[in-house]
């Protein structure tokens, strides 16, 4: 099935802040907070986004790119990961519309973005 529009799930290093204003563009977005997720490894946290057919977003670099490569390597597949610099949220928030708005989700199955 074809998917236009990128679903979010943050990883919970990724302030909540930039969910709420990603969500008044009209984006969906998932916490891990909201998830009931705090304190799961980086894998499950994949797993569940990859379950819940969500992007996942993260400011862990090293452990989520060796993630990304795991998944090639094993033929899984993800919705995407974006690895995000650590910013004002404002200024990250943009940086994600950015991508959002000109990125479809069928687009970012198995890719690994930087913002």
């Not at 862990?60 to 974006?82: K, M, P, T, W």
Request: hydrophobic letters at 45%.
């Amino acid at each position: 099935m074809s998917r236009l529009f990128i679903e979010l799930y943050f990883d919970e290093d990724v302030s909540v802040f930039v969910a709420d204003l990603i969500r008044a563009r009209g984006f969906s977005v998932t916490t891990t907070r909201e998830a009931g997720r705090l304190g799961a490894t980086d894998e499950e946290q994949l797993a569940h986004a990859v379950g819940l057919r969500r992007t996942f977003l993260t400011h862990n670099r090293a452990d989520f790119e060796q993630l990304a490569r795991e998944y090639f390597a094993a033929g899984r597949s993800h919705c995407g990961i974006v690895i995000a610099v650590r910013r004002p949220p404002r200024e990250l928030a943009g940086r994600l519309l950015s991508l959002l708005n000109t990125v479809t989700a069928d687009e970012m199955e198995n890719q690994l973005r930087y913002v």
